[in-house]
């Protein structure tokens, strides 16, 4: 079956790094891959979207990568600051009729100054 | 933000009860979700809908049933609430291919 697995449920850096989160899947080819951002208490919201034919993808001080044959996409937030305090997730498209979304657990970023 | 309002935004039921919750949305997007999030597993689909009368399944979609008679709302009915069905759900929009819009959940608790 479809698997996604964010490699770290919590990481936590100092304000000014890069964070990086990783999100790798097995058995499924998507056509597209995205990234969603969750506080406490809220819905997730949307951040980007990579295609399978895009290498990389950036808006502000985020930026995606997706490696299809690696099955992989890496999350960069550059020069972090607390307010990036949140839970990232990925989800790859079902390539079916509704775009259903199959998601990741989530990864934790904690930013300290 | 999206206009997703999903109510209530938090209820607390008894096993064996009735419980149905309601989705609206004021964008007029074809593709309506529902989604459980847990502590462990992340967001799981229940069921989908990709137009009025027009539903699907999703990967956790047993004990829960949808309706979707008008463009603007999609219910998600629990028939009988078991305490396995306590989580908080959040409902989602989009158009085809495009991002989802999470409302803000509603948190839910099955005694």
């Known amino acids: 079956s479809q698997k996604i697995e964010q490699n770290s449920e919590a990481l936590n850096i100092q304000e000014g790094k890069t964070a990086t989160l990783t999100c790798n899947y097995t058995?499924?080819?998507?056509?597209?891959l995205q990234w969603y951002r969750q506080d406490p208490g809220r819905g997730p919201v949307f951040l980007l979207l990579?295609?399978?034919?895009?290498k990389e993808k950036r808006k502000e001080r985020l930026k995606v990568t997706f490696d299809t044959t690696l099955k992989q996409s890496l999350f960069h937030i550059t020069a972090s600051q607390p307010a990036d305090s949140a839970t990232y997730l990925c989800?790859?498209?079902?390539?079916?009729?509704?775009?259903?979304?199959?998601f990741g657990k989530g990864t934790t970023l904690s930013v300290s100054s | 933000d999206a206009g997703i309002t999903q109510s209530p935004r938090h209820k607390v039921t008894e096993t064996g009860t009735p419980v149905t919750l309601r989705c609206h949305q004021t964008?007029?997007?074809?593709?309506m979700y529902w989604y459980r999030q847990d502590p462990g597993h992340g967001l799981r689909l229940i069921h989908y809908?990709?137009?009025?009368?027009?539903?699907d399944k999703g990967e956790v979609s047993d004990g829960y049933s949808v309706s979707r008679s008008k463009t603007e709302d999609f219910l998600l009915t629990l028939e009988s609430a078991t305490s396995s069905q306590t989580s908080v759900y959040f409902c989602?929009?989009?158009?085809?291919?495009?991002?989802?819009?999470f409302g803000d959940g509603t948190r839910l608790s099955i005694l």
């Open positions: 964008e007029n997007h074809r593709y």
């Open positions: 989602a929009i989009s158009r085809e291919n495009q991002p989802q819009h």
């Open positions: 809908s990709y137009g009025v009368k027009d539903t």
């Open positions: 989800a790859l498209d079902k390539r079916q009729a509704g775009t259903a979304l199959i």
């Open positions: 990579i295609r399978e034919n895009e």
């Open positions: 058995n499924y080819s998507p056509a597209y």
